[in-house]
């Protein structure tokens, strides 16, 4: 968790932006997750099917969510993205008190948790999004990364963002 | 948006919960939504198919989260669990760049806004539990919500909760 200092102005309502927003973008940048991203206000959430088999939801940091109502189409630095996946778990417990087969949940962590972090001076040569992936907490490897920015430099016209914010 | 006076406390970061849960209550119990309630955490994702057919995301407020995170098998007081609703859209510009059809994502919102509230002397009679929904920021008839304890009902080994914390 990170160390909280002081009176959170009323406008930052996310966890860990209670600590400077830097502070989650310096711990992605060192390998490791930031502090508090679990607590994330919501973007949205989907499912991919295929390879990815997975139910998810995308979170973001203060910047990120006040970059989203305000509209904008492309994100301020310190903005951060958050993506975590489950496994698409179809639940019985669920369908037997539906009566019929038709629910799915999130069931245990899968394809790892990803942030896409905005600076656009620091990651200029990737359209001003650091990418970053942890599996159990551990980063995956850069070289892997790069998968990532050649699919989200598909969608510039939207600051390379995919998820559209859920009402 | 919640009148916010004074510091919050480091242990509460969920947003309306800034204000008094009471609050949301109270205006659950008043016919309104509470507000700031799509600022609340994450505690799972679902999909539903059959005639439901959306794709949700559940939140808690902040006695909702720490009794989640407490791994509590019966919520205090003051709990209070939103399930919120989108329909379930193929995503054409996600496909696109994914180069096959696997991705769908929230639509637009669908089934209401529907909230548990834990008041276990007002709502002895529902399980400790009060339901609502609203549709456009309008409740849905009280009568209409027996529905909901009557399913809820057959989960009482959870204290009524279908949704498990997705971690």
């Not at 417990?93 to 999130?106: C, H, I, L, M, T």
């Not at 990737?126 to 992936?133: L, N, R, S």
Request: glycine letters at 10%; proline letters at 5%; one cysteine or more.
């Amino acid at each position: 968790m990170a160390v909280i200092a002081g009176c959170a102005p009323s406008d930052r309502r996310g966890t860990s932006d209670l600590a400077p927003t830097g502070d989650a973008a310096a711990r992605i940048a060192d390998g490791k997750p930031p502090a508090g991203y679990r607590d994330w206000r919501l973007i949205s959430v989907a499912r991919e099917e295929g390879d990815l088999d997975d139910i998810r939801a995308v979170l973001g940091n203060d910047a990120a969510i006040r970059a989203y109502r305000d509209g904008t189409t492309s994100f301020p630095d310190g903005a951060i993205i958050a993506r975590l996946a489950w496994s698409f778990d179809a639940s019985e417990e669920n369908n037997k008190s539906f009566g019929r087969r038709q629910s799915y949940v999130a069931g245990v962590p899968k394809n790892g948790v990803q942030f896409m972090v905005k600076d656009s001076k620091k990651y200029a040569a990737t359209g001003g999004w650091g990418f970053a992936e942890f599996n159990d907490g551990k980063p995956a490897d850069p070289s892997a990364l790069q998968s990532c920015y050649d699919c989200h430099a598909r969608i510039k016209d939207r600051d390379l963002v995919f998820s559209r914010y859920a009402p």
